[in-house]
């Protein structure tokens, strides 16, 4: 199946810093991605859609200007954490779509101090 | 609002016992009907999905969901589980109206050996 990579996997940061996550999607291209939250032992949150060339749909309550969402080419989508605090810390994880399946990254669990 | 249910949060079995897992969705009109497994460690993997067709659907590892569409339900089965199923299964529904992939909240699931 299709592949989508995630990087870092995981990242400690101290609080007001800003941190980016990488999603790739390695044999295919992706015109659209999606980056979930999920928090210890709940579900996925859908926070945003990536599209490439143009701007992010964000869910309702997720903050556009905390979480910026960059989709520069057809397999490379970025999620920046801006003044991150530990309220953030959390699971970040993204998903591509390839001929109508998702395919999911890793995930990049993101510490605060 | 839209939504998913897992009615099981935290399910243990023994080995060989019979597994069955539910969900429901709050949407009206089409869906499209997804498993997935999350593994400890690893990332979200693919057991089956539904688009059209027949409502019984055959997934990876012996896995198997029914969708009636009456009972706005798509519960997961397996006849035997093994202790490798040890995991947390994700129900997820796209609706045609949103085209986003919304999850339940999740089911742990572990098998005693």
């Known amino acids: 199946g299709a592949v989508v990579s995630q990087h870092p996997s995981w990242v400690i940061c101290k609080s007001g810093t800003s941190v980016k996550i990488e999603c790739r999607s390695l044999?295919?291209?992706?015109?659209?991605m999606f980056w979930y939250r999920q928090f210890p032992k709940q579900s996925l949150m859908l926070m945003a859609t990536s599209n490439e060339g143009s701007k992010a749909t964000y869910e309702q309550g997720v903050e556009k200007d905390k979480f910026l969402i960059n989709h520069a080419s057809l397999t490379l989508s970025t999620l920046t954490v801006t003044s991150a605090h530990p309220e953030d810390s959390s699971f970040y994880i993204c998903s591509a779509e390839n001929t109508g399946e998702l395919f999911f990254g890793e995930g990049s669990r993101l510490t605060v101090l | 609002a839209q939504s998913v249910s897992q009615h099981n949060h935290h399910v243990i079995l023994s080995e060989a016992a019979s597994l069955e897992l539910g969900c429901n969705y709050s949407y009206g009109g089409t869906v499209n009907l997804f498993w997935y497994v999350q593994y400890p460690g690893q990332h979200l993997q693919l057991l089956l999905k539904?688009?059209?067709?027949?409502?019984l659907v055959k997934g990876i590892k012996g896995f198997e969901a029914e969708f009636i569409k009456s009972k706005f339900s798509f519960n997961l089965r397996k006849p035997s589980v093994q202790w490798s199923d040890t995991a947390e299964y994700f129900c997820?529904?796209?609706?045609?109206?949103?085209?986003?992939?919304?999850f339940g909240q999740g089911t742990t699931l572990q098998v005693k050996p």
């Open positions: 539904y688009f059209s067709g027949d409502p």
């Open positions: 044999d295919f291209q992706a015109t659209t």
């Open positions: 997820a529904v796209i609706s045609g109206n949103t085209g986003k992939l919304i």
